[in-house]
């Protein structure tokens, strides 16, 4: 470990995670706008209704402010792999490229193209070219998503490749594994799905400050009903998701499950803890039998989220770092010796092809080819840069607290949808003038919610970059650590300077809203 400059690690770490937070404030809302304005332009087109044609316009003005500030801090955070991640860069290079590769040339370019023509192409091309264009450029910014979480997903449960001693680098050799990985769609659905909500609050709520305005009444009430409806389909839909991605997380990456739940000793039956406060961080050996303060269980319901079984015994951190042999769990102490192992023979390998001792050379070509050796040496290659096992255990509060915030906020979102739609159909809804507010007070929890996802999935899969295989100290360029923190310093004043920018012109253009304008 005294090989590893911790400065560089911790600072190249925050500034990637800065511009990954800040980018993710932009995305979300693109992904599910997109199509709510294209619903909005379809009833349009089909009705002749200009109303709607207005409406279209007003927020489609809205999603351009967002949409062009969420550009400029996605090119940052590609640029990043590059300077401060050189070394994971060159490790899975041959894995990204294919699908960061169709994630430029063809959903990023179709995006691009068709924003034009839903911009500027209003009365220059036929209704039917321009709702077309406006369709294409929802799917185009959603397929942009599905390309870089296939490729987040890899990281998270990397299958679908080989390992090239000679070059040190992760291949492909199944693109079909890689794109189709369990992980990678059910990631897929759950993020563009929570992002759909994430837009229908955003629709929702200033729609509900012009009632509250006594504003815009017409295209607040008719938003509010896409909003809604929208909104509470996708919720539905996102607890479907998220149940199938915990089921994945706990059969992939069982330290970040246990994490998540605070669950620290393993058990058959195991409760959920649907909300509770942690006592405090300890370590394994030492924790207490009670580690919270307070906890409101689920009997059995952590087993049955996990296994689809409500008696099944689901692993805690302490079964992960030292084993169970009556479960079959392996300790991350026999990991780290097979990961040893596995390491020395790549040193070996690079020594025989210094000294050109070719039957070294083939001998270890074929052991780096058994299936043995890579299922149960290779496999745990990450775990060879570790001394303690400790150290391989994610922030426990902030697993849990992210999760559980997430989760929480998404069981409000739902809520809210079905009230309004409720009030909404008994036509009182602009009298409801506390649900109105909660609904404009709602829209930041709604970020706080997307947010605490992404929190969860990053910090929940550490210390690995690529889970098992690659530890994240490994991942940083060789660069000095003053220069990251220095453009830390600058992405920080950007980022805050184009976050402030967005939000002073969104609240001016709401302020002028669909009249003078939005149009």
Same mark, same amino acid.
């Given at each position: ?37 294209? $619903? ?66 063809? +959903? ?7 924003? +034009? ?67 990678? $769609? ?19 709520? $200033? ?313």
């Amino acid at each position: 470990m005294e090989q590893f400059d911790f400065t560089l690690i911790d600072w190249s770490r925050a500034q990637f995670a800065l511009t990954a937070l800040y980018h993710w404030l932009f995305v979300p809302l693109t992904l599910g706008i997109t199509f709510i304005i294209a $619903i909005m332009e379809t009833i349009y087109v089909k009705t002749g209704n200009v109303e709607w044609k207005k409406i279209t316009k007003f927020w489609m003005t809205l999603f351009g402010i967002n949409f062009a500030i969420g550009v400029a801090t996605g090119i940052i955070l590609e640029f990043e792999f590059g300077t401060n991640w050189s070394n994971y860069s060159w490790f899975v290079g041959d894995i990204f490229g294919a699908p960061l590769a169709i994630e430029g040339i063809m +959903a990023f370019f179709m995006e691009s193209t068709f924003i +034009a023509i839903m911009f500027f192409g209003w009365n220059k091309v036929s209704k039917g070219f321009h709702l077309t264009a406006t369709w294409l450029t929802a799917i185009g910014s959603n397929l942009s998503a599905l390309w870089i979480l296939v490729a987040n997903g890899w990281m998270q449960n990397p299958i679908g490749m080989n390992f090239n001693p000679d070059t040190a680098r992760m291949e492909m050799n199944n693109f079909w594994e890689v794109l189709f990985n369990p992980n990678a $769609i059910n990631k897929f659905l759950h993020t563009i799905y929570s992002s759909y909500i994430l837009a229908a609050v955003f629709v929702l709520g $200033i729609s509900a400050w012009y009632l509250l305005k006594n504003r815009e009444a017409a295209l607040a009430k008719k938003s509010i009903l896409v909003a809604a409806i929208f909104g509470f389909i996708f919720s539905v839909l996102t607890i479907g998701t998220g149940d199938e991605s915990a089921r994945e997380i706990a059969k992939s990456q069982p330290m970040k499950f246990a994490a998540m739940e605070g669950l620290y000793y393993g058990t058959d039956h195991a409760p959920l803890v649907a909300a509770g406060i942690l006592k405090d961080d300890p370590i394994p050996e030492n924790a207490k039998k009670k580690d919270f303060f307070f906890e409101i269980e689920i009997p059995s319901a952590l087993s049955y989220m996990a296994f689809l079984d409500g008696d099944a015994f689901v692993a805690g951190i302490h079964d992960l770092v030292h084993g169970n042999e009556e479960q079959g769990i392996m300790s991350y102490y026999e990991k780290m010796e097979r990961g040893k192992i596995a390491r020395q023979a790549l040193t070996d390998f690079k020594l025989a092809k210094k000294d050109n001792n070719e039957a070294q050379i083939s001998k270890l070509t074929a052991q780096f080819e058994d299936e043995d050796f890579l299922n149960n040496y290779f496999a745990y290659f990450g775990y060879s840069y570790f001394d303690n096992p400790h150290d391989i255990i994610p922030s426990v509060p902030f697993s849990f607290y992210s999760f559980h915030i997430m989760v929480v906020l998404g069981g409000h979102f739902l809520v809210l949808f079905m009230v309004v739609l409720f009030f909404l159909y008994k036509e009182k809804l602009h009298q409801m003038r506390w649900l109105l507010w909660l609904a404009v007070w709602t829209m930041p929890l709604a970020y706080v919610a997307s947010e605490s996802g992404w929190i969860i999935a990053e910090m929940g899969r550490q210390p690995w970059v690529i889970q098992d295989l690659m530890p994240t100290m490994t991942a940083v360029s060789n660069i000095d650590s003053n220069s990251v923190i220095i453009t830390f310093a600058l992405f920080f004043i950007t980022f805050t300077a184009l976050l402030i920018a967005e939000i002073k012109i969104m609240l001016k253009q709401i302020h002028i809203g669909p009249n003078e304008g939005g149009h």
